[in-house]
């Protein structure tokens, strides 16, 4: 009795833990294959290289990615903005260079001048994959 028991639970567990709810697909290397989430950016130049001019500067004082801070979420801004056409990246670079105010209420979004237009736009592209 006690081994058709230990049987029926292993045979629930295996069952449990091989019911994953994310996508996933198989990437093929020369040595190994290896299981990495279908939306799994990692491996993105652009997010690569947005992600580290995002972490090197003062943005994460007032954003966070799901979550509102001082002012909105990236997944906010992606999900509002990423939709638009190709120009809306030089747009809101402009915004992160120049600040403003009034589009996500009063909070207001310090300038930072010191940025160049293309590390800006690189910033903006990070964000807009956050789409969901």
């Not at 833990?17 to 190994?32: A, F, H, I, R």
């Not at 004082?61 to 801004?77: A, F, M, Q, W």
């Not at 992606?78 to 030089?90: F, L, S």
């Not at 589009?103 to 160049?116: A, E, K």
């Amino acid at each position: 009795m006690k081994k058709i028991f230990i049987l029926a639970f292993m045979a629930a567990m295996i069952t449990a833990c091989g019911s994953g709810d994310g996508k996933k697909e198989e990437v093929k290397t020369d040595e190994k294959t290896e299981t990495k989430p279908a939306n799994d950016l990692s491996n993105n130049p652009v997010y690569v290289k947005g992600l580290s001019l995002v972490g090197s500067s003062d943005c994460l004082t007032c954003h966070k990615i799901d979550e509102k801070l001082n002012g909105p979420s990236y997944r906010d801004v992606a999900n509002k903005y990423g939709g638009m056409p190709d120009t809306i990246v030089a747009h809101l670079a402009g915004k992160v260079i120049k600040g403003g105010s009034g589009v996500w209420g009063q909070v207001i979004m310090t300038p930072h001048p010191s940025l160049s237009q293309a590390d800006a736009e690189a910033m903006v592209n990070y964000i807009l994959l956050l789409k969901k």
